[in-house]
């Protein structure tokens, strides 16, 4: 896995806002889920911003039926626009 920040000290919540979809699939090395973890035990609303990506992860993957792929894109509109601080 690519190690996605090299800064020693803790994130802010701007750096956890652009790893946080990958850290919730797994996807980030073990030195940036460490320092994510320790962010979201710290900051309230970085943590509910977790809950509620890993809620929509949840209710998507539990699903009986397949999710319409242009829910699916709007959805993945919509995270890229909050990363990039378009929505805040």
Same mark, same amino acid.
């Given at each position: 896995?690519?190690?996605?920040?090299?800064?020693?000290?803790?994130?802010?919540?701007?750096?956890?806002?652009?790893?946080?979809?990958?850290?919730?699939?797994?996807?980030?090395?073990?030195?940036? &889920?460490?320092? %994510?973890?320790?962010?979201?035990? !710290?900051?309230?609303?970085?943590?509910?911003?977790?809950? #509620?990506?890993?809620? =929509?992860?949840?209710?998507?993957?539990?699903? &009986?039926?397949? %999710?319409?792929?242009?829910?699916? !894109?709007?959805?993945?509109?919509?995270?890229?626009?909050? #990363?990039?601080?378009? =929505?805040?």
């Amino acid at each position: 896995m690519k190690k996605l920040f090299s800064r020693k000290k803790g994130y802010s919540c701007d750096d956890v806002m652009q790893v946080l979809q990958s850290y919730l699939d797994g996807e980030t090395d073990v030195e940036t &889920a460490r320092k %994510v973890a320790a962010h979201l035990d !710290d900051c309230k609303d970085c943590d509910l911003e977790s809950s #509620v990506y890993a809620g =929509i992860k949840t209710s998507l993957a539990t699903r &009986a039926e397949p %999710v319409d792929p242009a829910v699916m !894109d709007t959805l993945r509109d919509f995270s890229n626009r909050v #990363v990039s601080g378009e =929505i805040e």
